[in-house]
Every structure is written in C-alpha cells, then in structure tokens.
T-cell receptor, first 115, second 110 residues
Framework: GAGVSQSPSNKVTEKGKDVELRCDPI?????LYWYRQRLGQGLEFLIY????????KSGLPSDRFSAERTGESVSTLTIQRTQQEDSAVYLC?????????????FGPGTRLTVL | RKEVEQDPGPFNVPEGATVAFNCTYS??????FFWYRQDCRKEPKLLMS???SGNEDGRFTAQLNRASQYISLLIRDSKLSDSATYLC???????????FGSGTRLSIRP
C-alpha cells in the first residue's frame, strides 16, 4: 500500500514569503507528526495530531508556524514570513495511534530553502 | 542537559566488527524507546523497538536500562550496508512528546 507522501519535495522561497507544506499519511493512521531536521542535525519534534486535534502545540518554533489536519487525513504545515533559519527538511510521519508501541512511518520530507 | 543524548560519532569500524553505542535520556517517566536508522538524505526508518527485557533481531540487539536511564544498540558482524546514522527515540506519551536524539553516525569500512 501507499506510504506517507509529502509535497512539494523541494521548495525554494524568498525570505518573508509564506509557504505551505503538505502531508498525506498512511490511510487509517490516526496519529500524524511533523518534524524539522536541519542539515547535519537530529530531528526536532514540532507537533502531532491525534485525529484532527493537536494536544500540544508548544513544540512549534514560533507563532509563524501553524499546522492543521482535516478529515483525519491530510495535514498542512504553514510557515508565515519565512526566515533563512527556517531552511531545513520538514518530515512528516504517521502511526496507527499515539500509543507507546506504534511505529512511525516517515514520508520523504520537504526540503525548504529560504533565500 | 538535552533530554536525549547520543555520542555523535562517527564510529568507523571494519566490516565484520561488533559495534555498540548508547543513548541516555533524562526523564525517568519516559515510556517507550526505539532505534531508527537514517541513511544520508533519506527519511528515518524504524530499526527496532527496545523492550525492558532486551530484544534481538538478527545481528542487532537492543537493551534498556531504566535504572541508569540509557538504551543501547549492539550490531554484530557489521556489514557495509549498516553504514548510516542511528537515531535513539524516546516516547513520553504522558507528556505528548517524542524526542529524537541527534544520532550516531556509523561508517563500516571494507
């Protein structure tokens, strides 16, 4: 079956512009996660959804970042007024639920470059 | 102190060697633990979960030490294809947090 997909795969934008990143989780997975990975660094947990709700948004780096999920399916991560420091790979993952033992399956990521 | 810490490496070992690395975590309430593998410019993929009793999958053995708050990964008879970054993951589901370590880079040489 299909895995997690993300679009676009690459995005180059100018500083100050808004960008929207999309994630399509595996069908039937109720939990969805967003991470950021800067070059040569580990994964930074941003936010997760259980269904359409995000219990804790404190991992988002600033108020320029927002995320939503609809229909317990597609999620979008929006970055407003992008800054050069936002350049990174944004990874989405999904799992059956947010239980301790549920495996996360990752999408290929969106590589964001802010000029 | 970081919530999850790993030795960044790189570990550079010959093919066939045994290599082990640890990951420490600071929150004793952490509930589940995993090792993920990430190849260069690829997404992470689950290698194995880590259970209290320790678990083995082929050449890979994972251990959890709750008293000392660390998990370990042992790779026996290493192959060239084992070259990757290994990420330690700690799930604090009670706090709605999943924390990835920065990863340990492993390079296997012929």
């Amino acid at each position: 079956g299909a895995g997690v997909s993300q679009s676009p795969s690459n995005k180059v934008t100018e500083k100050g512009k808004d960008v929207e990143l999309r994630c399509d989780p595996i069908s039937g997975h109720t939990a969805l996660y967003w991470y950021r990975q800067r070059l040569g660094q580990g994964l930074e947990f941003l936010i997760y959804f259980q269904g359409n709700s995000a219990p804790d948004k404190s991992g988002l780096p600033s108020d320029r970042f927002s995320a939503e999920r609809t229909g317990e399916s597609v999620s979008t991560l929006t970055i407003q007024r992008t800054q050069q420091e936002d350049s990174a790979v944004y990874l989405c993952a999904s799992s059956l639920s947010f239980r301790e033992t549920d495996t996360q399956y990752f999408g290929p990521g969106t590589r964001l470059t802010v000029l | 102190r970081k919530e999850v810490e790993q030795d960044p490496g790189p570990f550079n070992v010959p093919e066939g060697a045994t290599v082990a690395f640890n990951c420490t975590y600071s929150n004793s309430a952490s509930q589940s633990f995993f090792w993920y593998r990430q190849d260069c410019r690829k997404e992470p993929k689950l290698l194995m979960s880590v259970y209290s009793s320790g678990n083995e999958d082929g050449r890979f053995t994972a251990q959890l030490n709750r008293a000392s708050q660390y998990i370990s990964l042992l790779i026996r008879d290493s192959k060239l294809s084992d070259s990757a970054t290994y990420l330690c993951v700690v799930n604090q589901s009670s706090a709605s947090k999943i924390i990835f370590g920065s990863g340990t880079r492993l390079s296997i040489r012929p």
